[in-house]
């Protein structure tokens, strides 16, 4: 993969910029906004927009009793410190036990109202609430004790160590880049430009349709459809997961 530097020295160069001899410890104004501003801009603007694949897209299981229960009958637990947000997925919460997904609450005041009116049947409902690296959901009609719910969530780390560890800011010269290495280059190229007063239309049109493609690709829309089902018909969406004893 390419090492973080790489794509700095690539970016340096585009924008006639002095290389340094360490991005790490750069100093001069030029190379200290690369990095610290206009590369962490890009990185998050990438990962805010687009469901990638692993290792910036991930899973983590909640499993019920494993949280805290609140006198509202939801059950809230702590996500994962690399925690950025939900996938934008209707199955981006799944309940594996009764098999079907889980549905978002968008505001206080639909929770408000769902948790004192109550809800019928087992669907389950959750909102996540929270800031950088101290996030938690709330699952209303919680889980079971034991049961699994699973969450597809996007993460906030966009580099990792020569070993493995995954990390959200460069630490190191041999550091890796996670995201695609030319979406990147020209997000950062094309903020670089503009901040600067210089023509930067040409690469920010290059970077949106970039991350558009990119888009098209984690999310399938590239299939031509001729009018086939999407998929086969499942007896889960067949059965409500309500039914009244009479």
Do not use: H
Not at 149 to 158: A, D, F, G, R, V
Request: net charge negative; charged share 25%.
């Amino acid at each position: 993969m390419t090492t973080v530097v790489a794509a700095l020295d690539r970016i340096a160069r585009q924008t006639s910029v002095a290389t340094p001899s360490s991005w790490v410890t750069a100093t001069t104004k030029d190379q200290l906004e690369i990095r610290d501003d206009f590369l962490l801009e890009a990185v998050d603007d990438i990962a805010d927009r687009l469901d990638l694949a692993s290792p910036i897209g991930q899973q983590t299981t909640l499993t019920g009793g494993a949280g805290t229960t609140n006198a509202d009958g939801s059950e809230t637990f702590t996500l994962p410190a690399d925690f950025k947000r939900t996938q934008r997925d209707e199955l981006a919460l799944y309940d594996v036990d009764q098999d079907r997904p889980c549905i978002p609450v968008t505001n206080t005041g639909q929770w408000t109202m769902l948790t004192d009116t109550g809800a019928a049947g087992a669907i389950k409902y959750y909102r996540v609430q929270g800031y950088d690296g101290n996030f938690t959901v709330d699952i209303y009609n919680a889980p079971g004790t034991g049961s699994e719910i699973k969450l597809s969530y996007i993460s906030k780390n966009w580099m990792a160590t020569s070993g493995g560890t995954a990390g959200d800011m460069l630490a190191n010269l041999d550091d890796v880049l996670l995201l695609p290495r030319r979406v990147v280059e020209v997000g950062v190229v094309w903020r670089f430009r503009e901040r600067r007063g210089l023509p930067y239309e040409d690469k920010y049109a290059e970077y949106e349709a970039l991350m558009a493609r990119l888009s098209n690709d984690s999310r399938g829309r590239r299939v031509v459809n001729f009018g086939e089902p999407d998929k086969d018909v499942r007896w889960q969406d067949l059965i409500p997961a309500f039914i009244p004893s009479s």
